[in-house]
């Protein structure tokens, strides 16, 4: 069964600096996707940034970047210029590629507060 | 509306009563997913549903728990019988099912259940 780990419950940064989410995961699988979330108090779920693990270069979206090592079954996210609205849970998810259900497995979440 | 909805937003009941939670997904979307997020703890998948098909319901944590989908659009997910650490949000997600490439899962914005 896939695991999904989250070391960090809480971190906190200053507006304008860069953070780096841990997550680290465990499969036996060798295609999936990768995914991070963010969750402000609103609730709504929103995606971040997603990694097909059979490609090797790393995602970007905009400030937001991972470092994914797949030997390693390591995924982080990098938060550059963090803002204020980046303040939210943010949560890592693993997705098994092929038939069957496409459920997420999801870490249990670190929270964010960027700090004015 | 263009999203996935989820009513009610809030639900607060008493210990022992059944409620019902209900989720619209994307028109369109043919797969279905329940996760519930507890104090603490990430998300947790509880069931999902793809097309025709017999659901997933691997993850129902108990029978006091059960979902359906009629007409392969709205779900319902009931408990009966509700029990304190029901207390959690349910988030209700939808995404098309693809044979390449990943299933983008679009959450809503969730219920939260209160049980006293």
């Known amino acids: 069964a896939q695991t999904v780990t989250q070391s960090q419950p809480e971190m906190s940064v200053q507006e304008a600096e860069t953070v780096t989410l841990s997550c680290t995961y465990d499969?036996?699988?060798?295609?999936?996707?990768l995914f991070w979330y963010k969750q402000p108090p609103s609730r709504q779920m929103i995606l971040v940034i997603r990694q097909e693990a059979y490609k090797q270069q790393n995602a970007t979206e905009n400030r937001f970047s991972v470092n994914f090592q797949k030997a390693a079954k390591s995924f982080s996210l990098k938060i550059s210029d963090s803002q204020l609205g980046d303040t939210a849970m943010y949560f890592c998810a693993f997705m098994k590629h092929g038939s069957g259900t496409y459920k997420y497995i999801f870490g249990t979440g670190t929270r964010l507060k960027v700090l004015a | 509306g263009a999203g996935v909805s989820q009513s009610p937003s809030n639900k607060v009941t008493e210990k022992g009563k059944d409620v019902e939670l209900r989720c619209d997904p994307i028109?369109?979307?043919?797969?279905l997913y329940w996760y519930r997020q507890s104090l603490g703890q990430g998300l947790e998948f509880l069931i999902y549903f793809q097309g025709n098909s017999a659901p997933d319901k691997s993850g129902l944590p108990s029978d006091r728990f059960s979902a359906e989908r009629t007409g392969g659009s709205v779900s319902t997910l009931t408990i009966q019988r509700t029990q304190q650490e029901d207390s959690a949000v349910y988030l209700c997600?939808?995404?098309?099912?693809?044979?390449?490439?990943?299933?983008?899962?679009?959450f809503g914005p969730g219920t939260r259940l209160t049980v006293l």
């Open positions: 499969t036996s699988e060798n295609n999936y996707y």
């Open positions: 997600a939808s995404s098309l099912v693809r044979a390449s490439g990943y299933n983008e899962q679009f």
């Open positions: 028109s369109g979307h043919t797969a």
